[in-house]
């Protein structure tokens, strides 16, 4: 399984290049998912935070950004309907987004917005509605998620926490590495075995653990 330790609290820095401690432990993160003894990598990521937060949003930023800076496309993708925040962090309006998708299935392609960095480009997780684990249990998400990877993109996700609502576990089963965000201090061991049990329970795989700290 995959371990990282990251500093939230740098999330410029983990947008910026350089080499902060911040930056080099998405480096390293980056390293352990997308080196080439694996194959290149996981296709799909999802970054499940365990207790409610924005450190999965600013790894998931600090992941997508360091990645497309190698040279491989990423798409980051705001799946939490509820609290949604990787728009905030990236400067980027939120009237279009994930939720519009969902609603009109494979109708419309993904509103995608680019992000000011090369190969890096950001589906919002759009305006709020009014029963998002119902949205995400209706809709066709492997055929809107699937027109997301096209090429070789990746596509890396972030959710709903796995202590409040049951969002991961419906979207975790479309994705190829599913990693459950810990906040040391934050999310107690209780969380982190509910969140496994719940995932656990269908047919998606935890890739790993990051400890994030606030």
């Given at each position: 399984m995959t371990?990282?330790?990251?500093a939230?609290?740098?999330?410029l820095?983990?947008l910026?290049?350089?080499?902060s401690?911040a930056?080099?432990a998405?480096?390293?993160?980056?390293?352990?998912?997308f080196?080439p003894?694996?194959?290149?990598g996981?296709?799909?990521?999802?970054l499940?935070p365990?207790t409610?937060g924005?450190?999965?949003?600013?790894?998931a930023a600090g992941l997508?950004?360091?990645l497309?800076?190698s040279?491989?496309p990423?798409?980051?993708?705001?799946a939490d309907?509820r609290?949604?925040?990787l728009?905030?962090l990236?400067?980027?309006p939120n009237?279009?987004?994930?939720?519009?998708s969902?609603a009109?299935g494979?109708?419309?392609?993904?509103?995608l917005q680019?992000t000011?960095?090369d190969?890096?480009?950001l589906?919002?997780?759009?305006?709020p509605?009014?029963?998002?684990g119902?949205l995400?249990?209706a809709?066709?998400?492997?055929r809107?998620?699937?027109?997301?990877?096209?090429?070789d993109?990746?596509?890396?996700a972030?959710?709903?926490?796995?202590?409040?609502?049951?969002?991961?576990a419906?979207?975790?089963?479309?994705?190829?590495?599913p990693?459950?965000v810990v906040?040391?201090g934050?999310?107690?061991?209780?969380?982190?075995e509910?969140?496994h049990?719940?995932?656990g329970?269908?047919s998606a795989k935890i890739?790993?653990v990051a400890?994030v700290?606030?």
């Amino acid at each position: 399984m995959t371990t990282a330790r990251v500093a939230a609290r740098h999330r410029l820095a983990l947008l910026a290049e350089g080499f902060s401690p911040a930056a080099e432990a998405v480096r390293q993160l980056r390293t352990a998912l997308f080196s080439p003894a694996h194959d290149g990598g996981p296709r799909s990521v999802l970054l499940a935070p365990v207790t409610e937060g924005l450190e999965a949003s600013t790894l998931a930023a600090g992941l997508g950004a360091s990645l497309a800076r190698s040279g491989r496309p990423v798409v980051l993708v705001d799946a939490d309907l509820r609290s949604p925040s990787l728009h905030s962090l990236l400067e980027k309006p939120n009237e279009n987004g994930f939720a519009n998708s969902l609603a009109a299935g494979a109708e419309a392609g993904p509103p995608l917005q680019t992000t000011g960095v090369d190969r890096l480009r950001l589906l919002p997780a759009g305006p709020p509605v009014p029963d998002p684990g119902g949205l995400l249990d209706a809709a066709d998400l492997p055929r809107i998620l699937g027109a997301l990877r096209t090429d070789d993109t990746v596509l890396i996700a972030v959710t709903s926490a796995t202590r409040t609502y049951a969002d991961a576990a419906m979207l975790a089963p479309n994705f190829d590495a599913p990693i459950l965000v810990v906040t040391p201090g934050i999310s107690h061991r209780a969380d982190l075995e509910r969140a496994h049990l719940t995932i656990g329970r269908t047919s998606a795989k935890i890739a790993g653990v990051a400890l994030v700290e606030r």
